[in-house]
């Protein structure tokens, strides 16, 4: 065995999946006294021509006469599938962007439409001791600005939402002081927190505001 072989021995040996790929094309090869100079790029090139489709014990396949502008050329024709598939992933992708961009506005537009049903008669309801205004929050978007400017979560873990329960937002002026949630059950005060869900020096005095004046609420739940 000649030291060219040996060295092709040595590289099956040690690659395996190399050798189950191109074993029976090398042999083709062999017959044909086809001259391998780099077997390794030879064997990259079998694996491309198996993408493409080509017969692998097909000797005008494996040996081609100029191995460099065939080995060029299959590359070219691997990545023009590559770049297909690319392109193809890439609008699956876009597509299904959209589908749940289409979906999360749906979404939106229902919440909107829930949240309008269910809380519009609480809308233009204040309840003030001539210093502290206490009001209710009227769109899913002044949800979002309370939580946002509070730091709290009720935007984030959708108030909105829920039927039994009324947002409302204790005010100083423009300044929001504390945020309050009413169990319309009950109509009593279960939550009531400043910016970071901290007590403010008014806590108190706004949860006594808006219990004292419960029947302001009752009255829009039996008008509506």
Not at 22 to 42: E, F, G, T, V
Not at 82 to 108: D, M, T
Not at 124 to 134: A, H, N, P, R, S
Request: with cysteine; charged share 35%; aromatic share 8%.
């Amino acid at each position: 065995m000649k030291g060219g072989e040996i060295e092709v021995m040595k590289h099956f040996l040690f690659n395996t999946r190399t050798a189950d790929e191109c074993w029976a094309s090398y042999l083709i090869a062999k017959r044909h006294k086809y001259q391998i100079d780099n077997l390794s790029m030879w064997c990259d090139y079998l694996r491309m021509l198996k993408k493409l489709g080509q017969d692998l014990r097909n000797p005008k396949n494996i040996c081609p006469e100029d191995f460099m502008a065939a080995h060029d050329n299959a590359t070219r024709k691997i990545e023009a599938i590559h770049e297909k598939e690319r392109a193809a992933e890439q609008r699956r992708w876009e597509i299904e962007r959209r589908e749940r961009e289409q979906q999360r506005q749906l979404q939106r537009k229902k919440d909107a439409e829930d949240f309008i049903a269910n809380k519009s008669k609480f809308f233009g309801l204040v309840i003030t001791d001539e210093e502290i205004i206490v009001k209710v929050l009227e769109s899913i978007d002044e949800y979002y600005n309370e939580g946002k400017t509070q730091g709290i979560c009720v935007f984030g873990s959708g108030y909105y939402k829920k039927a039994d329960t009324l947002i409302l937002s204790a005010r100083i002026g423009d300044e929001i002081i504390e945020t309050v949630e009413v169990d319309l059950r009950t109509l009593e005060v279960v939550q009531c927190h400043g910016k970071h869900n901290q007590d403010t020096e008014y806590h108190e005095r706004i949860i006594d505001l808006v219990n004292k004046n419960a029947n302001l609420i009752r009255e829009r739940m039996k008008a509506a």
